[in-house]
């Protein structure tokens, strides 16, 4: 895997998260961190839970492991009739789901609101709010279904070594989600009053739809022809089920962390699910970058690695990856953490969008930093095991992680009364402790992962993020001080500044120590500006 690779990966990847961005920062402006926000936020939790583990999650990292291994066997055709079987199967299996989850979408939601009916809720339960929360479930559901069949074509793509137009297709779902809702909304309620989230929740299954479609012409080009296949008692069909079985828990942790931690937002305050969202899309944007960009590249070498048992190349791919992810995120981790408030501000903060609402985002902003690195490694690390057919071992540790966000949440905001920022510290715990525990067992598979080494070089860019922690407190001090209250072109301007300065100084710095990922990417930043 080269850096070039990624770095390929991340701009494609970087386009997407940018127009999420550009999303939240629209629902910012229109709702800011209403009640009504709230309801919308939680009723997507629904589908993009089953998107992570039945798509992007579980189906996408089983899929490309058994493609990849069946089309370096036993060649392309017998590759692409495994993928017409996965296709059918899959449109057949989540047609159903969808419609099973229309009829039930009621009893989910109830269990989505149970703990705002029970007498620890700091929160008034609202039948209205309840209504239109399993009205708009209903409306995105099938959504279930395009995502799982645009996660098979892109593990194809990817298997094949096309990584740009699948990294760009939910640039696609952005654009479609943001400008059919957008029009869908405006028309059923042009005041933008809780009807027109109808009209954005039917702007997310167009999305959904762009997001499919847009590519299918570099599927064509790759080889494939699509041709039902109701023949699924197949050895890679039954392969890609079993890995599966454990990635559908433990590929989606913190996922379904975050839809646990919805449920106790929502008994919090009005605005809570809100904030925490708005908090949370800011975290994902240097972990699609950079932590999803790496992952993408880093799987199909992983699994042609491990073909026939562990060769040569496993350990060093898998170490490779795992120590560009530390030298791209921490920076991010410190930037996010120390330059919470005036980013919330750039971001967000405007019409709907107040000064409060600003604060309460930076604060969970701020808890969910602290857990940024262990998260991003977790996208490269939990996909190895699956490259290994050591399915069980994340599947365990999810479980277990799962009980320590319970306790903790029910800790911090039923025992302790703390507020939404708790629930976003469990998340960043709970993504901590899950790495540490898989990087400990993978160490026995693999019979190391350089550790020493991968420390060594941790202390080195933690020396060079205290001195880009220097200029961020720095710049928070004579810049920044009570961003709300700065012109908002001063605002972008001052952070840019820091922004731009804080890397560089934490490149220079940590070339200067000889961290070899810090000369490949000036290496590479050399080569883009010559072209």
């Not at 064509?220 to 392969?239: C, E, K, T």
């Not at 992983?302 to 995120?329: C, H, M, N, Q, Y």
């Not at 998260?375 to 069980?392: E, G």
């Not at 939404?420 to 400990?440: D, E, G, K, R």
Request: some cysteine; proline content about 3%; overall charge positive.
């Amino acid at each position: 895997m080269s850096a070039t690779a990624t770095w390929k990966v991340s701009a494609a990847v970087m386009a997407s998260r940018v127009l999420g961005l550009a999303r939240e920062m629209m629902f910012a402006a229109l709702f800011g961190g209403s009640r009504w926000m709230d309801c919308f936020y939680l009723a997507f939790k629904v589908p993009n839970l089953l998107r992570d583990l039945f798509a992007e999650g579980a189906l996408s990292q089983a899929f490309v492991t058994t493609f990849s291994k069946r089309l370096k066997t036993e060649g392309e055709r017998t590759a692409w009739r495994l993928a017409n079987k996965m296709m059918t199967l899959a449109a057949v299996f989540m047609s159903g789901v969808v419609l099973l989850g229309i009829v039930v979408a009621p009893w989910i939601v109830d269990l989505l609101t149970a703990l705002a009916r029970s007498g620890a809720a700091r929160r008034n339960y609202n039948l209205e709010e309840v209504a239109l929360i399993v009205t708009m479930v209903r409306v995105m559901y099938p959504f279930i279904l395009l995502v799982s069949l645009a996660a098979l074509v892109m593990g194809m793509l990817n298997a094949r070594n096309v990584f740009g137009m699948p990294a760009l297709a939910s640039c696609f779902f952005n654009l479609g989600s943001m400008l059919g809702g957008a029009t869908l909304g405006y028309w059923l309620d042009p005041a933008w009053g809780p009807r027109s989230l109808i009209g954005f929740s039917l702007g997310v299954v167009i999305g959904g739809l762009a997001q499919l479609l847009c590519q299918f012409p570099a599927l064509r080009r790759a080889g494939y022809r699509f041709a039902a296949d109701f023949q699924w008692r197949d050895s890679g069909v039954r392969q890609i089920l079993r890995l599966m079985a454990p990635a559908v828990i433990a590929a989606s942790v913190v996922q379904i962390n975050v839809v646990v931690n919805a449920m106790f937002a929502y008994s919090v305050s009005e605005g809570a699910v809100s904030w925490l969202n708005y908090a949370f899309r800011l975290m994902q944007l240097p972990i699609g970058v950079f932590g999803v960009a790496v992952a993408t590249v880093t799987l199909p070498a992983l699994s042609r690695a491990a073909i026939g048992g562990l060769s040569a190349d496993f350990k060093p791919t898998l170490t490779k990856g795992l120590r560009l992810v530390a030298f791209l995120v921490l920076p991010s981790t410190l930037g996010l953490i120390l330059l919470a408030e005036p980013l919330v501000s750039v971001l967000y903060e405007r019409r709907a969008f107040a000064a409060h609402d600003r604060m309460q985002t930076a604060i969970a902003l701020r808890a969910y930093g602290y857990g940024l690195l262990f998260y991003a490694w977790l996208k490269v690390l939990q996909p190895a095991f699956y490259a290994i057919d050591k399915r069980w071992f994340p599947m365990l540790v999810s479980i277990f992680a799962l009980g320590v966000n319970l306790g903790c949440n029910y800790l911090f905001v039923i025992v302790l009364h703390w507020g939404h920022a708790s629930l976003a510290l469990t998340t960043s715990i709970t993504a901590c402790m899950n790495f540490v525990i898989l990087f400990a067992v993978m160490r026995r598979f693999a019979g190391g992962l350089a550790t020493a080494s991968m420390l060594g070089m941790l202390a080195k860019l933690l020396l060079a993020g205290a001195v880009m922690a220097g200029v961020c407190m720095a710049a928070n001090h004579f810049l920044l001080q009570d961003p709300g209250r700065l012109p908002l072109l001063l605002r972008l301007g001052w952070l840019t500044v820091t922004v731009g300065v804080a890397a560089t100084v934490y490149v220079v710095t940590a070339k200067l120590l000889r961290v070899p990922e810090a000369d490949e990417t000036l290496a590479m930043l050399r080569r883009k500006v010559r072209r």
